[in-house]
């Protein structure tokens, strides 16, 4: 039984998460999403919003989700995870990618990194852009899951 933490601030939760999870439930038994409580990165959504939308996207029983604060190594230990998934869209996610996988091999040697690529039509998405386009009233329909249009509609007052 090998359980894969997926961890992130799904700010929101966006067409290329969803790419990773499904990946991911390919390789892993369980995948645990935790949602970063991040206050000081100013997110759109609380943590509660947050996790309200994965959980309505999420469809698979062997995928959990839930909430973290502190060091994410400690999370892992504590989930009985030996496996961190990342997202690896484009060579600029690289340098943090790979700082953050040393620092988190270095706390913690037994938990593993890997990373995922999803489809090519997603690689150019992120949780910042979509708000963006949102806020400026485009249409991130093809980008989003529905209940994430309707969210972000709510909190910028526009219908996509
Ligand atoms: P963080 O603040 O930890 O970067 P994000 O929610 O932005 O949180 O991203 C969480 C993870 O999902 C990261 O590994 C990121 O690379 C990955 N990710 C984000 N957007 C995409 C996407 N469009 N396709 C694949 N992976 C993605």
Redesign the pocket.
């Known amino acids: 039984m090998v359980t894969a933490i997926f961890?992130?601030?799904?700010?929101p939760i966006?067409n290329?998460?969803l790419?990773?999870i499904e990946r991911a439930l390919k390789m892993f038994d369980k995948v645990c999403v935790a949602v970063?409580v991040n206050a000081s990165?100013n997110p759109l959504f609380s943590i509660e919003e947050r996790m309200e939308m994965m959980r309505t996207c999420m469809t698979s029983p062997r995928v959990e989700v839930s909430s973290f604060r502190g060091l994410l190594v400690d999370f892992a230990r504590d989930h009985d995870a030996k496996v961190l998934v990342?997202?690896?869209?484009a060579v600029s996610?690289f340098e943090y990618?790979l700082q953050m996988a040393m620092m988190n091999r270095e706390l913690s040697p037994e938990l593993e990194t890997v990373f995922l690529m999803?489809k090519t039509v997603?690689?150019y998405?992120?949780?910042r852009l979509v708000k963006e386009v949102a806020r400026l009233g485009g249409d991130v329909s093809k980008l989003v899951p529905e209940i994430v249009v309707r969210e972000l509609a709510g909190k910028y007052g526009k219908i996509s």
């Open positions: 961890p992130g601030s799904f700010d966006t290329g998460h790419d990773l970063l990165k990342r997202g690896l869209r996610d990618e999803p997603y690689s998405l992120s949780s």
